[in-house]
């Protein structure tokens, strides 16, 4: 088992920047942020190969956001920027378990076998 720790949400202006951690109680392999919006579905936000070489972004975020992780902490970080009220939503940490490649990483939730609690980003416009 994998415990997965969110930090960093809260309540921000439009245009601000916020930095989400996700703390692995052990080491993991790839990882993703997700997020999910008052009435609407989980969507992707970023994932990271285990190697930390691969990434990638929901267009959405893509030149806003940026994915991170510090493999000797087993630590992955969600850089955001020129946050938009649209960001509003509970932020969500996944790990995988399988060693896939060490470039893989994934857009697709069911690829994940652990979740963090979520933390709440609010974007106010």
């Known amino acids: 088992q994998v415990q997965l720790v969110e930090s960093g949400g809260g309540l921000v202006q439009a245009g601000d920047s916020l930095r989400l951690s996700c703390a692995a109680s052990?080491?993991?392999?790839?990882m993703g942020w997700f997020r999910q919006a008052r009435g609407k579905e989980r969507e992707f936000v970023a994932g990271i190969s285990w190697n930390g070489v691969t990434t990638s972004y929901a267009d959405s975020v893509k030149g806003r956001f940026t994915i991170s992780r510090d493999t000797a902490r087993n630590t992955v970080y969600l850089q955001m920027s020129s946050l938009k009220f649209e960001d509003t939503a509970v932020y969500y940490c996944a790990a995988d378990s399988t060693p896939h490649s060490s470039i893989w990483v994934s857009d697709l939730s069911n690829e994940y076998d652990y979740w963090g609690q979520g933390t709440q980003v609010t974007v106010s416009s």
């Open positions: 052990r080491r993991t392999y790839a």
